[in-house]
């Protein structure tokens, strides 16, 4: 037996979980700290997080995870208030044994915790340090199943002089210069008017039957509380008015957009593309290496939704992959290992 020992996370753990993540993680990021999940109230998920200690002390891997329920009994999600995450492992013991030794330490005490079924939404290699091909093969190699979300991406990388407006294709192009013609102002959102963008963002999500899910209150602690420098608000206006918006993380290559929100009044001003066309622009200005839209799937990846999508690949977008592992257990068939 290895010697790997599995520890349920507990708050005595927070600074010792976030310096991984931050100093000694592979493919750890802002969405997998502390910081972030704890800003999520403790009623809305059922926290089951995981740390993976070798030789007693040294800390080589986490899962941030809640539990739930099914069918089949108790499952291991990765964590619902993260966007991805799945097995996050410090750089300095990635290999072949090491992460041998963390799965088999996994599962074992998924057996002995009576946990059936496991689902691990790993990061993305656009946001780690290099590929996953090694975990993700050890996971095939042991029986897991997988799936596939699409997103979309534009490398900024050793791109001296980017010009974003040729690198759109040409309908987006003349969308967005019309859009410049419309006397729209974009700039970053002082803390006073992230309730107008939240506000909008309620508005914008109507035609959906939807709305937020989060709350005015958690965006702004976000943002000056729990991921402080990280988190940042944009707008477009016309004259004092706020049409368009988005949310962004400042990840450490990559500035995401989510939450993106137009006026439906105001469509006919092209909003979204004048938004859209100034956050590439704003990144490659701040030197990130990718500018990333995220994913236009549902549904575990199934149902693509082809009209974002298409606006998505207009700004001259590349694609990546979310990629999901998930396992189902009958323990009674699998012998004490």
């Known amino acids: 037996m290895n010697n790997i020992v599995v520890v349920k996370y507990e708050d005595k753990y927070e600074d010792k979980w976030d310096k ?19 800003y999520h109230p403790k009623e809305r998920f059922k926290d089951h997080s995981l740390l993976f200690f070798k030789g007693g002390n040294t800390l080589i891997a986490v899962i941030p995870a809640c539990e739930s329920q099914d069918d089949n009994g108790l499952c291991l999600n990765s964590h619902s208030g993260s966007t991805f995450g799945g097995i996050i492992f410090a750089e300095a013991f990635l290999s072949i044994s090491n992460v041998t030794d963390v799965l088999d330490s996994l599962e074992l005490y998924l057996k002995n915790n009576k946990i059936n079924k496991i689902y691990l939404k790993m990061t993305s ?84 039957n939807t709305k937020p899910v989060h709350s005015l209150e958690e965006m702004c602690s976000l943002k000056n509380k729990y991921l402080k420098d990280r988190v940042e608000f944009y707008g477009v206006f016309l004259a004092n008015k706020m049409i368009a918006g988005s949310l962004v ?15 439906p009044d105001y469509l006919n001003l092209k909003p979204m593309n004048f938004l859209d066309g100034n956050l590439i622009r704003t990144s490659y200005e701040k030197n990130y290496d990718y500018f990333s839209f995220g994913i236009s799937t549902e549904n575990h990846g199934l149902y693509l939704n082809e009209s974002l999508a298409k606006f998505k690949e207009g700004f001259g977008t590349g694609y990546y992959i979310n990629k999901t592992f998930y396992k189902q257990f009958n323990w009674s068939d699998i012998d004490e290992t």
């Open 125 to 208: 290699e656009v946001f780690t340090k290099g590929n996953n091909d090694l975990i993700y093969y050890l996971l095939f190699n042991r029986g897991y199943s997988s799936y596939d979300e699409l997103s979309f991406c534009i490398d900024l990388k050793n791109k001296k002089g980017f010009d974003f407006v040729q690198n759109m294709k040409s309908k987006t192009r003349n969308e967005y210069r019309a859009s410049c013609k419309n006397n729209l102002v974009f700039r970053m959102l002082l803390d006073d008017e992230i309730e107008d963008y939240y506000n909008l963002l309620k508005k914008s999500l109507l035609k959906y």
């Open 249 to 263: 993380f400042l990840y450490d290559r990559v500035f995401h957009t989510q939450y993106l929100a137009a006026d």
């Open 20 to 38: 991984f993540i931050y100093n000694e993680s592979y493919n750890g990021t802002i969405l997998q700290t502390r910081s972030f999940l704890n």
